[in-house]
């Protein structure tokens, strides 16, 4: 049995995480930590959880704690993940896996010092949506693919007009960067999935509308290993009602769009026609991830997919794209 304290509550743990690992075969939630003790203690009484700390050490060394899951902002995940490490304590962190790739890199280095496992919250590579995508373009409906196009654009929140409460994910000193850093790691990290590691990237990023202090425009080229090409455009500025989410593989005998965030249906078009598909989610969008690294654990399954080494990957093009001039 895999006992698990949590190392911040916040909403990620409401529902899209928190409770699968409660559900999940195998696995038990022992304690919370949330550095306000109320909202540790509240979060604790509603998911039936008995035990909360406002300190992430009394957490780590708590003796029923035998993995830590690591759910606070990208720029304390380094500090917990390697003192719950140092402590024989895997670890599961939401993402990105930090805040810059050099801390990613610290993290696999204590890793594999002390072979305690770490984990990464990616959780699209597990569910059936995506998984329809990587089977479709693996049977080569495609053909050979030439090209990997994305483009997300939303409108700014309302939150991040108000110059003096800004959202942490557009804080730099807490976030690593801005909504790139939060929302793109998701479709740069399912690139790598379905296509392996991207070795080559550039990019530009600039900041068009001054509601905040980091990037709300990036744009990017890439190329895998293997030889293939993509690019990406991203805007957080984009007009109201005019949110773009979009993914497109190309081939030499067909295309394949869909989405990373709004789940609008597959759509694959050939030349003798086009056909969609649509895959229901899980109710906790993180349960199918959860289940593979509980049962790794205890010793019951494979290598889970989304490991230290490929989120740092996925940080590693972020930071390359961020930082160019």
Request: charged share 25%; proline share 5%.
């Amino acid at each position: 049995m895999v006992q698990w304290g949590f190392i911040g509550c916040g909403d990620v743990t409401e529902m899209k995480s928190g409770p699968a690992f409660s559900k999940a075969e195998g696995s038990s939630v022992v304690a919370v930590m949330r550095r306000d003790t109320s909202k540790a203690k509240d979060y604790a009484y509603r998911h039936g959880i008995d035990t909360w700390y406002d300190n992430a050490s009394d957490l780590i060394n708590d003796p029923r704690v035998t993995a830590v899951y690591v759910a606070t902002p990208p720029s304390t995940h380094a500090e917990y993940a390697i003192a719950s490490m140092r402590a024989g304590k895997p670890v599961y962190i939401e993402k990105p896996m930090a805040a810059s790739y050099e801390e990613c890199l610290q993290i696999n280095r204590v890793s594999a010092e002390t072979g305690v496992p770490c984990f990464v919250a990616y959780y699209r590579r597990t569910l059936p949506y995506f998984v329809r995508v990587k089977q479709l373009i693996d049977e080569n409906v495609l053909g050979r693919v030439s090209n990997v196009l994305v483009h997300l654009a939303i409108p700014p929140y309302a939150a991040d007009r108000d110059r003096n409460h800004l959202p942490w994910r557009v804080r730099k000193e807490i976030a690593g960067a801005g909504y790139f850093y939060d929302l793109a790691s998701h479709q740069l990290d399912l690139l790598d999935w379905l296509f392996g590691e991207i070795t080559d990237v550039s990019g530009y990023s600039a900041n068009v509308a001054g509601l905040y202090e980091v990037e709300d425009s990036v744009t990017a080229a890439f190329r895998f290993k293997s030889g293939l090409l993509g690019c990406g455009t991203w805007s957080f500025v984009a007009p109201e009602n005019r949110r773009t989410d979009r993914v497109e593989i190309i081939g030499t005998d067909g295309k394949l769009t869909f989405s990373t965030f709004d789940f609008s249906p597959i759509l694959l078009e050939r030349a003798d026609g086009s056909e969609e598909f649509l895959e229901d989610n899980p109710e906790h969008i993180q349960f199918y991830l959860i289940q593979s690294i509980v049962d790794f654990l205890n010793g019951k399954g494979q290598l889970p997919v989304s490991t230290g080494a490929s989120g740092t990957r996925t940080n590693r093009v972020m930071d390359i794209i961020l930082d160019a001039k």
